[in-house]
C-alpha cells in the first residue's frame, strides 16, 4: 500500500515529461491514448450530464448517466463547497506482476500530481502484491469502512469481478472511474480500450509487417496466460477475425476457442512456449495476448526458429523491446498502463471541482522497431523513478 498527502508530490524528469505528457495534453487529460473514440460502457462525454444544487456552483450534485442518476454524497459536496482536501483511492490488481505494477505505481503518482493542480487530494494506492480478486475487493471495502474514500479509480482485474463493488460505492454517492477493462458497472467512465479492437490493431500491424518485409504468412497460433478471461477472449476474436479477413486461406493452428496457455510466469511460460513450438514448428506468427512476448521470443531462438517463426504481444516490456530489435517480435501492442492509472487523479479533481467527466480516449499503439527508442526512453523512466 502506497499513500501520499497533497504535499508529497513527485516530481518528474525530461524523459517522463517529453515522453508521456505529449499525448496527456492534447485534450487536457492526465491520461490519454491519443483518441477521441469513446469505448465507454457505462457514461462518457456525450452521455452524462452533471447539475448543481445549492452551495457552490461547480458541485455536481446529480449526474445522468446511461445507467441511471448519481448523486453526490452530500458530505462530499460539502467538503468541495468548504475547498477541503477529499480522499482519492486508486485500486489495481497487484503490485507484483512485473512491468504492470510499476507502470501502474508511476501512473497513479502521475495522475495525483495533475490532479492536485485542479483540487486538494489525499492520494492513496492500494493493490494486492499478487493478483487476489477477494484481498483487493476487501482493501477497498476497508477504506470505505473507514471513511476514507470521496472518489474512487478501479483497475477491475475482468469485465465482472468488481461490478458489485463498483454499483455499492457509487450508490453510496461516491463517483467512481473505472480504468483498464470493459465493464458495465456503474462507473460515471470507463478509461480503457476496447478488447476486440486490440486485437485487429494487432493483426493489421502483422499484415503492414508482411508487406515492408516482403513476407507472405499462412500458418499463425494464438496464446494467452489468461485465456478464457473476456479481455483476451477479445484480443484473440479481434486478432483472427481480421487476420482472416486479410489472409482469406490463412491457417489457425490454436485459435480463440483452443488458445494455447502461456502462462505469466516466466519459467512456466518459456516451458509452455518451447513446447508448443516443438510440437508445431511451421507455425509463422505466434500472438500472444499478455506480455510474453519476450519468453516466446526465447523459445524461438532456442528452438532453432529464428527468421521462421515470429511473435506479437501486448504491453512493451524491456525484454519484448528487445525482441523487435532482434528480429524475433514483430510489434507489441501498447495498453497503455500508466495513463490509465494516470487517469483517476485528474478525473476524480475534474469532476468535484467542476462537474465535466473527462472522456475515455484510449486506443491501442502498436510499438514497432522504429518506435522502439522512444519507448526504451520512457519505461526506463518508469522504472527507475526518475524526477
Given at each position: 500500500m502506497h499513500r501520499r498527502s497533497r504535499t508529497g508530490c513527485p516530481r518528474y524528469g525530461r524523459p517522463m515529461?517529453?515522453?508521456?505528457?505529449?499525448?496527456?495534453?492534447?485534450?487536457?487529460?492526465?491520461?490519454?491514448?491519443?483518441?477521441?473514440?469513446s469505448t465507454s460502457s457505462s457514461g462518457s462525454s456525450s452521455e452524462t450530464e452533471a447539475s448543481t444544487g445549492g452551495g457552490a456552483t461547480n458541485v455536481p450534485h446529480t449526474v445522468n448517466a446511461s445507467w441511471g442518476t448519481f448523486e453526490l454524497a452530500p458530505e462530499i459536496a460539502q467538503k468541495v463547497e468548504n475547498e477541503e482536501p477529499i480522499n482519492y483511492l486508486f485500486s489495481f490488481e497487484a503490485s507484483g506482476i512485473p512491468g504492470f505494477g510499476e507502470q501502474f505505481t508511476a501512473g497513479f503518482e502521475f495522475g495525483c500530481a495533475e490532479g492536485e493542480k485542479i483540487y486538494p487530494l489525499n492520494c492513496e494506492v492500494v493493490a494486492p502484491v499478487q493478483p487476489n480478486i477477494n484481498q483487493q475487493i476487501s482493501q477497498v471495502q476497508a477504506k470505505l469502512a473507514a471513511g476514507q474514500v470521496d472518489c474512487l479509480s478501479i483497475q477491475p482485474p475482468t469485465?465482472?469481478?468488481?461490478?458489485?463493488?463498483?454499483?455499492?460505492?457509487?450508490?453510496?454517492?461516491?463517483?467512481?472511474f473505472a480504468v483498464g477493462e470493459e465493464n458495465s458497472a456503474n462507473s460515471l467512465m470507463n478509461f480503457t480500450q476496447h478488447h476486440e479492437k486490440e486485437g485487429e490493431v494487432a493483426a493489421e500491424t502483422v499484415v503492414e509487417w508482411m508487406q515492408e518485409n516482403g513476407k507472405e504468412f499462412t500458418t499463425f497460433a494464438i496464446s494467452s496466460g489468461l485465456p478464457t478471461l473476456g479481455w483476451a477472449q477479445g484480443r484473440m476474436k479481434g486478432f483472427e477475425k481480421k487476420i482472416l479477413e486479410e489472409i482469406p486461406d490463412a491457417k489457425f493452428v490454436t485459435t480463440q476457442k483452443n488458445a494455447t496457455e502461456v502462462p505469466l510466469e516466466p519459467a512456466p511460460g518459456y516451458d509452455a512456449a518451447k513446447a508448443f513450438l516443438a510440437a508445431n514448428p511451421d507455425v509463422e506468427v505466434f500472438m500472444n495476448t499478455d506480455i510474453s512476448g519476450e519468453v516466446i521470443n526465447k523459445a524461438i531462438a532456442d528452438s532453432g526458429g529464428k527468421g521462421k517463426t515470429f511473435s506479437i504481444a501486448w504491453n512493451p516490456t524491456m525484454g519484448q523491446l528487445e525482441g523487435i530489435e532482434n528480429g524475433y517480435q514483430i510489434a507489441t501492442v501498447d495498453q497503455r498502463w500508466f495513463d490509465q492509472a494516470a487517469y483517476g487523479g485528474k478525473a476524480c479533481a475534474t469532476f468535484l471541482k467542476t462537474g465535466k467527466i473527462l472522456p475515455n480516449t484510449q486506443k491501442p499503439e502498436p510499438i514497432t522497431l522504429a518506435k522502439v527508442p522512444a519507448e526504451r526512453e520512457s519505461l526506463e523512466a518508469i522504472e527507475s523513478g526518475e524526477g
Open positions: 515529461v517529453a515522453l508521456l505528457l505529449a499525448g496527456l495534453l492534447v485534450l487536457g487529460v492526465a491520461a490519454c491514448g491519443g483518441s477521441s473514440d469485465d465482472t469481478a468488481v461490478n458489485a463493488l463498483i454499483n455499492e460505492v457509487s450508490a453510496k454517492g461516491i463517483p467512481v
